[in-house]
């Protein structure tokens, strides 16, 4: 019998998109991870993450997957507010599905690390939830875009490969104080993105941030760092399970 409950379909607000499923253990999970999935801002569905929710819930963790919106019937920063929003919800729910208000992480890969990296960063998207980014107990990036991303740039109408670094970045707000953070990275990843990475790492570093960690995923490129979440053993969901539980 699986030890974990799936609710599917939870409206979080705004959009007729704007919904998400919800991994529980059957023990109550004081510990919750809003995981965002990637796609590039063009696709992708909470769905994707649907096999690393049962893991994770299996070892005791909750873990919700919202939708959001997508670029092209949307706009920056449509899809960050919607992950404000989820976020807000966990906040909201946490009495009702047995979180621990005190132990929220944010998260997610690619595209998703990107918005969850907004929110750490920029601390006005939460703040219009009415949650301060101080709440949440820590950010894991899974190959994310930390500088302005490319779907960002091309509604600018810029090439997609410009490298930019503007109030839609989250290396922009780099700063002193900011929650725990890992960023997680492969080795063969998409170029660019391992450097951006280092860079955000050491910015956050210099300016004073004491609790960031930067790990090299060896052997993945850009897909395989998010396409084994759901396997046990798999070495970035160890990771991700070791930062939450640590």
Not at 207 to 226: I, K, T, W, Y
Request: glycine share 10%; charged share 20%; with cysteine.
């Amino acid at each position: 019998m699986d030890n974990y409950r799936v609710e599917k379909n939870l409206f979080y607000g705004g959009e007729d998109r704007c919904c998400l499923d919800l991994y529980l253990p059957t023990l109550p999970s004081p510990r919750v991870l809003v995981w965002f999935h990637g796609g590039g801002m063009i696709e992708g569905d909470k769905t994707w993450g649907e096999g690393m929710g049962k893991l994770f819930a299996r070892h005791g963790i909750a873990s919700i997957h919202p939708n959001y919106r997508l670029s092209g019937p949307s706009q920056y920063p449509a899809y960050i507010q919607d992950a404000a929003r989820a976020v807000s919800w966990a906040f909201q729910n946490a009495g009702t599905y047995g979180f621990d208000c005190q132990k929220i992480y944010i998260g997610g890969s690619s595209a998703g690390g990107y918005l969850a990296a907004m929110l750490a960063m920029d601390e006005r998207y939460l703040q219009a939830e009415k949650v301060a980014v101080s709440d949440l107990r820590g950010a894991v990036i899974l190959s994310g875009q930390v500088t302005t991303h490319f779907k960002v740039c091309a509604e600018r109408g810029l090439p997609a490969t410009a490298v930019v670094s503007d109030e839609a970045s989250p290396m922009y707000y780099a700063r002193k104080g900011t929650i725990p953070f890992h960023l997680m990275v492969g080795d063969n990843d998409i170029p660019n993105r391992l450097e951006e990475n280092q860079l955000f790492f050491r910015a956050l570093k210099n300016a004073g941030s004491e609790n960031v960690s930067f790990q090299l995923v060896l052997g993945r490129n850009h897909p395989q760092m998010s396409e084994h979440l759901h396997e046990e053993g798999d070495a970035c969901g160890e990771a991700i399970l070791h930062f939450l539980r640590q």
